[in-house]
Every structure is written in C-alpha cells, then in structure tokens.
C-alpha cells in the first residue's frame, strides 16, 4: 500500500509559477512511475505529467509542455512539479498517482494508487 499527500497548491495571478509536492509512505518509493493529473469542474480528467520509477524518463500532456517539469527526490520520497507561466485554464485539483515499475503512462488506469489532490487556481 502507498499513501500520497500532495501539496503546494494555492491561488495564483496568470503568468506566475507554483511547485506541487507529492510525499508517498507506505513501500520502496523507488520503484514506483509516478504521474500527475488533474481535473477541473465539469471537464474530463487530464493527464499533465509523469515520471519513470528509474527518473530517465519523462512525458507531458500537450497543454502544458515546455510550461511544467517533473522531477523526484528518491531520498525524500517526494514527486515535484513545477508549473511556471500558468494560465487561468491550468486551474483544476492537480493530484499525484503511483505506478509500481511503470514508465511513466499518460493513462489513468496504469496507476494502482492515488492521492486526493490540491486545488490550483490561477486568476487572469
């Protein structure tokens, strides 16, 4: 079992920047893809970044490529994403998700744990 906390979420003005954090407990953090998500009221869930177990690999949604980066911190069992120039329409709950020995997919259901998510919201 894997437990995920995600934080540094918060209120932000357009072309602004905030870093997220995802801690996970629970089994070796180590080999575990891990992914970020995020969905807004009314629309579908978003895939916006992940991060292979190894940390040589990474993939990004469309939307935000060349805006955001994933990176991890095996020693602290910590999963970052840096969201810089942010858009009114990057406002959604942004949540973290762990894949055991994963690549790093795009797609929600390789992930076999979830955490609950932080609020970003940016304001034009």
């Known amino acids: 079992q894997v437990q995920l906390v995600e934080s540094g979420g918060g209120l932000v003005q357009a072309g602004g920047s905030l870093r997220l954090s995802c801690s996970a407990s629970?089994?070796?953090?180590?080999?575990?893809?891990m992914g970020w998500f995020r969905q807004a009221p009314g629309k579908e869930r978003e895939f916006v970044a992940a991060?292979?177990?190894?940390?040589?690999?990474?993939t990004y949604g469309d939307s935000v490529k060349g805006r955001f980066t994933i990176s991890r911190d095996n020693a602290k069992n910590t999963v970052y994403l840096q969201m810089n120039s942010l858009k009114p329409e990057d406002t959604a709950n942004y949540y973290c998700?762990?894949?055991?020995w994963g690549t790093g997919s795009g797609s929600y259901s390789a992930y076999e744990y979830r955490g609950q998510g932080t609020q970003v919201t940016v304001s034009s």
């Open positions: 629970g089994r070796p953090f180590s080999s575990y893809a």
């Open positions: 991060i292979s177990w190894r940390g040589g690999s990474t």
């Open positions: 998700a762990a894949d055991m």
